[in-house]
């Protein structure tokens, strides 16, 4: 299974690079998302994948009885998304301020803290 | 979104969700749930009663500002790890008490505090988002 | 749950059982100290009038803790605290060496200076807003990614400072802050997820995230070229996240955007956090894949210093102008990384402690500047010598400490690592240092004699806030008395951070204090 988990993370990954490298917020803000699902599944894969039960130990007993997963990964990941999921609603948030106070979503065009028509430093005093 | 049927549901659902939210909360020791999980529920709730009547009542409803509520569970969750201070155990070491009230043993613990805080802090911080996103579709 | 009737158990196999000692407390006390100051200011916040009251005594208290901890991690060597008593790897600990120790001082030296500038600063939208809790909260952030022990709990005081300077960064919503906050947002939760990704990686490699336990294992591993992949991550990750030439630009774009005291937590604080979880990991973690790399790293030090300088020297506006002297600073100490001596090493630290106190100086400064001239430009200031020589005098010193001209406190590291780049003949990283120094006492010179020294334009108006009440440049004041403190006075400190540096390349201490048994062993 870890072969084929693996392509899939490459795959989410390469889509997550192809839509960061684009201009507008929208896609970046879409790359950074499926990027985060990407890394989930990757802390999933390298925590390495069995068929066994979930990891609850029964009542009245202080170990399990037969082999259980490992809930290592699990709470890594339940971390990870947690804030990935936070994060996304922020930069959701931000991004559409972003889209309605400077008009754009091309960050090319979001010049308003950097201008281009910046004054040239004074030559002289 | 604000049909009659919604309407008049709306806050029936809402109580379900709370209480079924506590049910999630409590039974998170041992078994699936807990406060995160829990809390969301809760935040839903409120996010359902804003959508079908207004945001005003909800912020009347739960009485303090959702922050404050965020706020309020991370001190619960933070003093129910600085409390084993006084047992000379390390932070967020879980202590358990077992009192009995009306003839129950009831196991209490700081882990229970601690997962109260988390609810908390999930129900403010989610359900304040919320809310600010409802109150800007009301412009 | 554990009842009383399974009293049985052997839980020494799980726990740890030795009683703890109260000093101990030392090591976790500054994180839910902080998280609950923050919280309870959150709910206080209606009272704009207690708000600044309570946070600087609160922060002067989270001074006091971290110095206590730092007194101690000196004299018993670094100290471990378990998570639940779990036995560690299995909870999470919270190490701390010299080094964790003695930035968390300084960042809360720092955190304390900003608060009782904020006091005048921040209005009372501001602070409703919550910018003391954000602050508390950032705070915990920082202090608990320098006092950790665990990896992925690094990650998370990572995602926990982020997300509270995502809020600092937004307060007061104008245009331009959206537009830095966009930038600086997007970036670094990239940055951070591309740390995710190599402690991954990590885990799936040692099935551990307990720093200690990596450490002790890379030294001993069969296969060792996954770690090159982990270490490259973590060098693309927390290069980011320091702002190192390739992955930049981030800061110039964004660190003039916000209010200045937000600007002036920044600049101490996150990219030093960078620069430290850069350290942690690349010497302490994985020192031969570090070798191996060091050539890329003296390069990006070389760049990043070039580039800093150099935009410093192209910049009109002081807070843009600083924001590039921020990343020609981060230059500085990656050389110290690069070449990885026990004195280029102290040198690094020196300098970080050097840099969080005087780029928060500096901001500092250019908001009283501001509020005098009321501009940020160049074009537009002038004359700030004549309306306050006090304060006109303080930044000459803050100017010379940052080019590292000698009485202060930006001297000796800058010395330290010449001196150390020659004893590893490379010369080039010793040349670059030195042209970097010039570059900068260039750039700001021209601050001062635009702002300070050439006389007020007409359109500055009179300078009505000459009069300035002393507390808004205390500050300032207590910054700069510490620049020329360790400048003049450079022992104690050398001593701190030549320990702090020994500590890095050999972390025997620090792995026996998380694993008492083992380490008497190695």
Known sequence: ?????????????????????????????????????????LIFTSGRLTRDVPPIIPAGLDAPLIPIANPLPQAL????????????????????????????????????????????????? | MRTLIFRTVAPYLSTLMIVFSIFVLLRGHNEPGGGFIGGLIAASALAIYGIASGVAPVRRAIYFHPMNIAAFGVVLGAVAGVVSIFVGVPFMTGLWIYPVIFGVEVPLSTVLFFDIGVYFAVVGTIGSIALALEERDEI | MAGPSEAAIDYSRAFVMEPLALADWLVIAPVPYCLIAGALLMMLRKNAELQAKAAIIGLIGLFVLCGALLAHVVENGPVTMTMGRWLPPFGISFTVDVLGAILAVTASIVAV?????????????????????????????????????????????????????????????????????????????????MFLVATGYLYGVFGTLNMADIAAQTRTIDDARPLYTLAALYLFAFGMKAA???????????????????????????????????????????????????????????????????????????????????????????????????????????????????????YVASGIAARIGKSFSMNDL????????????????????????????????????VRASLDASASGLATIILLTGFLTT????????????????????????????????????????????FGVFPETLLQLSDSAAAGLLDPSAYIQSVFPAEGAVN
């Not at chain 3, 030439?245 to 956090?273: D, Q």
């Not at chain 3, 009485?407 to 010395?415: D, I, N, T, V, Y």
């Open chain 1, 1 to 41: 299974m870890e072969p084929v988990l693996a392509i899939f993370v490459g795959l989410l990954f390469t889509t997550a690079i192809y839509l960061m490298t684009s201009r507008h917020t929208i896609r970046i803000l879409m790359g950074v998302a499926v990027l985060g699902n990407g890394v989930n599944l």
């Open chain 3, 113 to 193: 200076a900003c608060a009782i500038y904020a006091a005048e600063d921040v209005d009372t939208t501001g602070r409703r807003y919550g910018f003391f809790s954000f602050l508390f909260l950032m705070m915990a952030g920082v202090i608990g990614a320098f006092v950790t022990g665990d990896i992925f709990n690094l990650y998370v005081w990572f995602e926990v400072l982020l997300i509270a300077s995502f809020g600092l960064q937004v307060l007061g919503s104008e245009d331009r802050q959206i537009d830095g906050a966009t930038k600086y947002a997007f970036l670094n939760l990239i940055a951070t997820t």
């Open chain 3, 382 to 417: 002038g004359g700030l010598y004549r309306s306050n020589v006090l304060f006109a005098a303080m930044s000459l010193v803050l100017f010379f400490s940052v080019s590292g001209l000698p009485p202060f406190s930006g001297f000796w590291p800058k010395a330290m690592l």
């Open chain 3, 244 to 362: 190192a030439f390739p992955v930049s630009f981030w800061l110039p774009a964004s660190y003039h955007t916000p209010k200045v005291v937000v600007s002036a937590l920044f600049a101490g604080l996150l990219t030093k956090v960078g620069i430290y979880a850069l350290a942690r990991t690349l010497l302490m973690l994985f020192p031969d894949q570090r070798d191996a790399f060091a050539d890329v790293i003296a390069w990006a030090a070389m760049l990043t210093m070039l580039l800093g300088a150099f935009g410093a020297l192209a910049q009109t506006d002081y807070r843009r102008l600083l924001g590039y002297l921020v990343v020609s600073g981060i230059g500085i100490m990656l050389a110290g990384i690069a070449l990885a001596t026990v004195e280029a090493l102290s040198a690094a630290i020196f300098y970080a402690l050097h840099s969080m106190v005087v780029m928060t100086a500096l």
């Open chain 3, 442 to 485: 260039i750039a700001v010179g021209r601050v001062w004699a635009h702002a300070y020294w050439k006389p007020a334009p007409e359109t500055m108006g009179t300078p009505a806030a000459a009069q300035m009440k002393m507390t808004s440049l205390l500050p300032l004041l207590a910054l700069v008395a510490l620049t020329v403190g």
């Open chain 1, 77 to 125: 990941i339940l971390t990870a998304i947690v804030i990935s999921f936070s994060f996304f609603a922020f930069l959701l948030v931000l991004g559409f301020r972003a889209y309605q106070e400077l008009a754009t979503d091309d960050s090319r065009d979001m010049r308003l803290a950097e201008p281009a028509d910046d004054p040239l430093p004074p030559l002289g005093y």
